[in-house]
């Protein structure tokens, strides 16, 4: 019913910027929260950043000062600028929404995208 996909990964070198997008499509009734989780190879999957709808964030300690996110809710779409890109930030990035779709507005759910990856080299 709905689908999250993620563009703008790609390999930098460290100290390089990239931005990720995620689209939400399907048969949106509202989107709650927005966010980016990423793992790395051998480590769990962690929160990096997450957006309200009213625009409230929250961030990985790992990441702040360096990422910001933010959301257009018209276009269902969040991003995740990535300045001052560490080898350590190197992982799989995930676009993850709560969403309450058409058919049962009252029971938002969980969706993930399908990942992109983030290589930053030394």
């Known amino acids: 019913q709905v689908q999250l996909v993620e563009s703008g990964g790609g390999l930098v070198q460290a100290g390089g910027s990239l931005r990720l997008s995620c689209a939400a499509s399907?048969?949106?009734?509202?989107?709650?929260?927005m966010a980016w989780y990423r793992q790395a190879p051998g480590k769990q999957r962690e929160l990096v950043a997450q957006?309200?709808?009213?625009?409230?964030?929250n961030y990985a300690d790992s990441v702040k000062g360096r990422f910001t996110i933010s959301r257009d809710n018209a276009k269902n779409t969040v991003y995740l600028q990535m300045n001052s890109l560490k080898p350590e930030d190197t992982a799989v990035y995930y676009c993850?929404?709560?969403?309450?779709?058409?058919?049962?507005?009252?029971?938002?759910?969980?969706?993930w995208g399908q990942g992109t990856q983030v290589t930053v080299s030394s």
């Open positions: 993850y929404a709560i969403v309450a779709v058409t058919t049962t507005p009252g029971l938002p759910r969980q969706y």
């Open positions: 399907g048969s949106i009734f509202r989107i709650n929260v």
């Open positions: 957006v309200t709808t009213g625009g409230s964030t």
